[in-house]
């Protein structure tokens, strides 16, 4: 069961609605899988969709401490068409301009596009279960929106 082996590392979760600045998150606490689900099913996502107003879109995110690793779920478009961006967060080696010197641990971000909620299940339940191989594979099928290293 998912929930079980969830519990084994620490996963805290905030969410921000849509507008808020890009700093300002609300910090909701500990989160097993069984509660994300819960979480997403019931998070206002038509509603949010297209209301940024040059803040953040409507997003939730959940960080594993342990493993210094962020998964979250963001809502583009408008109330009548929208999508979700699945962003995973995650220690990377990077090699130095011109591959000279040595390479150097950062924080990496992956955006993909998905329209179906239950791609936002799948990817969820591989984020926590630690299956970062399956989360990858899951993540590579979908557009990407975005790659780069991850701004704190």
């Not at 590392?9 to 921000?16: A, E, G, S, V």
């Not at 038509?46 to 939730?60: F, L, V």
């Not at 990377?92 to 591959?99: A, Q």
């Amino acid at each position: 069961m998912v929930s079980s082996v969830a519990m084994a590392d620490t996963y805290k979760f905030n969410i921000q609605m849509a507008g808020y600045p890009f700093d300002k998150a609300d910090k909701k606490g500990v989160i097993s899988y069984d509660g994300f689900i819960k979480e997403f099913n019931s998070f206002p996502w038509e509603n949010q969709a297209g209301k940024s107003n040059g803040g953040s879109e409507a997003t939730i995110t959940v960080q594993n401490i342990e493993r210094n690793e962020d998964y979250f779920i963001s809502v583009i478009g408008d109330n009548k068409e929208y999508a979700y961006l699945i962003g995973f967060i995650y220690p990377k080696e990077i090699k130095p301009f011109l591959g000279l010197g040595k390479t150097r641990t950062v924080r990496w971000l992956e955006m993909y596009i998905a329209e179906k909620e239950s791609t936002v299940l799948s990817t969820s339940k591989s984020f926590f279960l630690r299956d970062n191989t399956a989360l990858r594979n899951e993540l590579k099928q979908l557009p990407l929106f975005l790659e780069q290293e991850a701004i704190n």
